[in-house]
């Protein structure tokens, strides 16, 4: 028996692909519609060629990476060998805890979304790939959702009984800060095409560490000399300088050991935060981290000692966990933390109190949605940085050529603190007030990442006017909630609005947790109305 309900997709990126992947377990056949504003499937804006440069580094290594119709190093296994030779790669080269470039898991994720189409097509799914057709508005109706599309033949309108938004990043192309005009850092020949000057870059997440290595690609030449990396410009570039800018004046560590499959934790587990949950929302924020505090003393004492008895409270923890990166400025502590990281490898063995955060981030996000106000802002101002540090742990080739733009003289990091302003100058160029005083860039790059944002800011007219509440938060199982209660159903994975609520969301692996969520409820919900 058929499904007689239809369910589209608008978009077609990694969230896309692993929704789909998670839907085609249905025993019942489906009828599903995929649509895509762009000539190419399955990649998304990070990972696509164009937009990225084949440099930019992946920060999850190849095994973290679900697979979809299989792993990532199977499929890397599976290609030619002038395949392989043209990402300069040997098949032995090829390693399960290997770091590979965006751009070529935009490959995969295209090649894999086709077997994936495939195979459920010869399941007995009814599956229809539309490129080139831009979603423009989403309609709920008493009966269906309609779809009004753009295409390369003109306009058309499409009905459907389930809708799923995975639209992906939303990139403004002409950023602002302030009063400030910024330049954006897609696609990547924005900043390749900025002649060698004074250049600020804006932030110091793994978009950041992209735009310093562009920029270093472009106006000079890395060289690798065993395990060191050393940067020289091309004639006529010594007129390069970076300063990157960020609230601390710190980078994110390098990546480390640690085991995968992953090990328990004690303390902080998933079913210890639920029972907290269970206990209401009053203290829900300080009692789960009372567990993340036992679980660093029990794993990570000398760790804990360092930070002193300040480091109880979460305002005292997340101050102390900067305090000697600070102290030591951004790019030295860089290096040290490097040091550090490459003995873990090394040794395989891992640094237990960056382990305990970057496994414990994922169950404080059971409590997210839980949290009352005060406790959000507490979660986003003390620990969201804290737990954003681990979890943006940087590739080593990242680092190392970062590294190397600082011995070479053109790279420095400055902390705006508290009192951050920015503004255009009367000529060319932006003005950054930090606590070393004002600065001047020919340029200033956003490399802040993708920004949340609510859902009255959903590109689709219609959709936002029949919204229950505009400013409401997504919250599982990421229905949205209308104003009329109609037969069809929208879900919303986009980007900007599931970041509200639950800002762990912009990997690989949450893609296919969140997609598999939304499956979930659909088929479900299906099952039941055909019961």
Same mark, same amino acid.
């Given at each position: 028996m058929k499904s007689d309900r239809k369910i589209a997709i608008v978009g077609a990126g990694p969230m896309a692909v692993y929704t789909v992947k998670s839907l085609l377990k249905s025993e019942v056949p489906?009828?599903?519609? $995929?649509?895509?504003?762009?000539?190419?499937?399955?990649?998304?804006? /990070?990972?696509?060629? =164009?937009?990225?440069?084949?440099?930019?580094?992946?920060?999850?290594?190849?095994?973290?990476?679900p697979p979809i119709t299989r792993r990532l190093a199977t499929w890397l296994h599976d290609q030619d060998d002038e395949f392989l030779a043209g990402w300069d790669l040997d098949r032995?080269?090829?390693?399960?805890?290997?770091?590979?470039?965006?751009?070529?898991?935009?490959?995969?994720?295209?090649s894999?979304?086709?077997?994936?189409?495939?195979?459920?097509?010869?399941?007995?799914?009814?599956?229809?790939?539309?490129?080139?057709?831009?979603?423009?508005?989403?309609?709920?109706?008493?009966?269906?959702v309609t779809?009004?599309?753009?295409? /390369?033949?003109?306009?058309?309108?499409?009905?459907?009984?389930?809708?799923?938004?995975?639209? =992906?990043?939303? %990139?403004?192309?002409?950023?602002?800060?302030?009063?400030?005009d910024l330049v954006s850092p897609w696609p990547y020949t924005n900043i390749t095409a900025l002649p060698a000057g004074e250049i600020g870059i804006l932030g110091s997440s793994l978009s950041a560490i992209d735009v310093i290595v562009a920029l270093g690609q472009e106006h000079g030449t890395f060289t690798e000399k065993g395990d060191r990396i050393r %940067?020289?410009?091309?004639?006529?570039?010594?007129?390069?300088?970076?300063?990157?800018?960020?609230?601390?004046?710190?980078?994110?560590?390098?990546?480390?050991?640690? /085991?995968?499959?992953?090990?328990?934790?004690?303390?902080?587990?998933?079913?210890?935060?639920?029972?907290?949950?269970?206990?209401? +929302?009053?203290?829900?924020?300080?009692?789960?981290?009372?567990?993340?505090?036992?679980?660093?003393?029990?794993?990570?004492?000398?760790?804990?000692?360092?930070?002193?008895?300040?480091?109880?409270?979460?305002?005292?923890?997340?101050?102390?966990?900067?305090?000697?990166?600070?102290?030591?400025?951004?790019?030295?502590?860089?290096?040290?933390?490097?040091?550090?990281?490459?003995?873990?490898?090394?040794?395989?063995?891992?640094q237990h109190h960056r382990y305990a955060l970057l496994r414990g981030h994922e169950n404080f996000a059971l409590i997210l949605e839980h949290l009352d106000d005060r406790d959000w802002r507490v979660f986003s101002d003390k620990l969201m940085p804290v737990f954003g540090d681990?979890?943006?742990?940087?590739?080593? $080739?990242?680092?190392?050529?970062?590294?190397?733009?600082?011995?070479?003289g053109v790279l420095k990091i400055v902390p705006t603190g508290p009192g951050a302003s920015f503004r255009n100058r009367h000529s060319d160029g932006v003005s950054v007030m930090t606590i070393d005083g004002e600065v001047d860039f020919d340029a200033l790059?956003?490399?802040?990442?993708?920004?949340?944002?609510?859902?009255?800011?959903? +590109?689709?007219?219609?959709?936002?006017?029949?919204?229950?509440?505009?400013?409401?938060?997504?919250?599982? +199982?990421?229905?949205?909630?209308?104003?009329?209660?109609?037969?069809?159903?929208?879900?919303?994975?986009?980007m900007p609005q599931i970041l509200t609520r639950h800002p762990f969301s912009q990997g690989l692996p949450n893609c296919d947790e969140l997609g598999r969520v939304v499956a979930r409820e659909i088929l479900s919900r299906n099952m039941g109305r055909q019961g």
């Open positions: 489906l009828d599903l519609t $995929i649509f895509e504003s762009a000539g190419r499937t399955g990649c998304g804006m /990070p990972y696509r060629v =164009g937009l990225n440069a084949d440099y930019m580094y992946c920060n999850a290594f190849s095994k973290e990476i032995t080269d090829i390693d399960a805890r290997d770091f590979y470039p965006r751009v070529l898991l935009g490959e995969f994720l295209t894999e979304f086709r077997d994936l189409c495939e195979a459920g097509r010869h399941a007995g799914h009814t599956i229809r790939v539309l490129q080139n057709h831009r979603v423009v508005d989403v309609i709920p109706t008493d009966e269906t779809l009004d599309v753009l295409h /390369p033949d003109g306009k058309s309108t499409f009905s459907f009984s389930d809708v799923v938004l995975a639209t =992906g990043h939303q %990139w403004p192309t002409a950023p602002q800060v302030g009063t400030a %940067w020289f410009p091309h004639e006529g570039r010594d007129a390069l300088s970076i300063t990157m800018v960020s609230h601390k004046g710190i980078m994110p560590e390098p990546d480390f050991y640690y /085991p995968y499959p992953y090990e328990p934790l004690l303390h902080v587990t998933a079913e210890a935060v639920l029972a907290e949950v269970a206990k209401g +929302p009053e203290t829900l924020l300080d009692r789960v981290f009372t567990l993340l505090l036992s679980e660093l003393h029990q794993v990570a004492p000398d760790y804990m000692a360092d930070l002193g008895e300040g480091a109880q409270t979460i305002d005292g923890f997340s101050e102390a966990y900067f305090d000697h990166r600070e102290k030591m400025g951004g790019l030295r502590a860089l290096r040290e933390t490097l040091n550090a990281a490459v003995q873990s490898k090394k040794d395989k063995e891992t681990c979890y943006a742990a940087i590739p080593h $080739i990242s680092v190392l050529r970062v590294l190397a733009l600082y011995d070479a790059i956003d490399a802040r990442g993708q920004a949340a944002a609510p859902l009255r800011d959903l +590109p689709f007219p219609a959709l936002c006017r029949a919204l229950l509440d505009p400013e409401g938060d997504l919250a599982e +199982p990421f229905r949205l909630e209308l104003l009329t209660a109609g037969a069809g159903t929208v879900y919303c994975l986009a």
